[in-house]
């Protein structure tokens, strides 16, 4: 079974902090995606990365950077803390060929005061 | 901006009832997907259904795709209290993005 592992469930930091969020895959899949999830929003893509060292921007990559460096480990970073990225952040990774689906970890919740 | 919308938002059903989740979308697709969320944790993948495809099962689950009316619907037979969580449709239409709806939270009542 394809296992997405996210460093920490829950997270809390303070406002203007560098957060990092990491996400490590163990099934070689060359895509990695972050996404942020809040309430009556869906999951709404922050960034992608369709191999080492490769990303694309997602539909809200204000405030985020993310660094790639080895195929298995998708960091996800915030560059300066806000009370609006409180939320639920989940990475995912899938084969790049063909449809395939995305295998998700549990989720890392951050939570900024 | 969000692709596939389900309906209904929420769902409340007793234990041996079918449940059926719809998923509309607006653009074009190669696929689309369902997952399941229990409270505070990741999405799973269920089931993914190809445009050329019309049906798909996977034990109590069955899914149908209606590419002329862009949607699709989620069939959970005999549900179970276990299989209180949220679903997910989401649709992929190229690219490397992959569009999530806001979700179908089920409630099965023992």
């Known amino acids: 079974d394809v296992k997405v592992t996210q460093s920490s469930r829950y997270l809390v930091k303070r406002t203007g902090e560098k957060v990092f969020l990491e996400c490590v895959q163990d099934?070689?899949?060359?895509?990695m995606f972050w996404y942020r999830q809040d309430p009556g929003l869906g999951l709404r893509l922050i960034y992608f990365?369709?191999?080492?060292?490769?990303?694309e921007k997602g539909d809200i990559p204000e405030g985020y950077s993310v660094s790639r460096e080895k195929k298995e480990r998708f960091s996800l970073i915030l560059e300066s803390a806000s009370t609006n990225q409180t939320s639920m952040y989940l990475c995912?990774?899938?084969?790049?060929?063909?449809?395939?689906?995305?295998?998700f970890g549990d989720g890392t919740r951050l939570s900024i005061l | 901006s969000q692709q596939g919308e389900e309906d209904p938002q929420a769902l409340s059903i007793q234990e041996g009832e079918n449940a059926t989740m719809n998923c509309s979308y607006k653009?074009?697709?190669?696929?689309l997907q369902w997952y399941r969320q229990n409270s505070g944790r990741g999405l799973v993948h269920l089931i993914l259904?190809?445009?050329?495809?019309r049906e798909k099962h996977s034990g109590r689950l069955r899914v149908t795709l209606d590419t002329s009316k862009k949607s699709s619907s989620l069939l959970i037979t005999a549900s179970r209290a276990a299989d209180t969580a949220s679903y997910f449709c989401?649709?992929?239409?190229?690219?490397?993005?992959?569009?999530f709806g806001a979700g179908t939270r089920l409630f099965v009542k023992a």
């Open positions: 259904i190809r445009s050329n495809e």
């Open positions: 990365s369709y191999d080492v060292k490769m990303k």
């Open positions: 099934m070689d899949h060359e895509n």
């Open positions: 995912a990774s899938r084969w790049r060929e063909g449809d395939q689906p995305q295998h």
């Open positions: 653009t074009s697709i190669n696929n």
């Open positions: 989401a649709t992929e239409g190229g690219g490397f993005k992959t569009i």
